[in-house]
């Protein structure tokens, strides 16, 4: 097996702490013109895989120093260019360059709503996509400025854009 194939089986599995989702699952909404930013992106395994499966730039945000620290160090052992991690509250991240956002459950309470207003500001007149996974699925599907790609679901990745008045 090649160091990428382990390295996508393991993080397809991953750490036990989080949900499982499928690689597929993760990079289905992301071609390479598309600038992914990912919020609360522990370790980097979304903007890493999604650099090197697809191309595409991408930035994780997160508060976690120690995170950012091991996914900076991935993105420099596998010379990932394109992959750029901070250590940031996610409220005070440039998202402006962002076609897509990744959210996997990373907030709940007043800071999921701050980040929710931030977005629909972002994502006014704008063309942005935010893939969303776990518990927050369904606040993003309650919000009217959102629509949903197909029935959203906490258990698989749901796409959805900014809706056009």
Known sequence: ???????????????????????????????????????????????LLASICTGAAAIGIEREPEYVACAR???????????????????????????????YTPFVGAVLRDMLEILRRRGAGRSIRIAALGPCVAVLAAQDWLLAEGTPAPDRITLFRPRRC
């Open 1 to 47: 097996m090649s160091p990428l194939h382990a390295l996508i089986e393991a993080l397809e599995h991953d750490a036990g702490l989080r949900q499982p989702q499928s690689l597929r699952q993760r990079l289905d909404a992301l071609d390479r013109l598309d600038r992914l930013a990912s919020t609360g992106s522990g370790l980097g395994h979304v903007p």
């Open 73 to 103: 160090a991935g993105a420099h052992a596998l010379q990932l260019s394109n992959v750029q991690f901070h250590c940031q509250d996610a409220r005070a991240a440039d998202l402006a360059p962002a076609t897509l956002l990744y959210l």
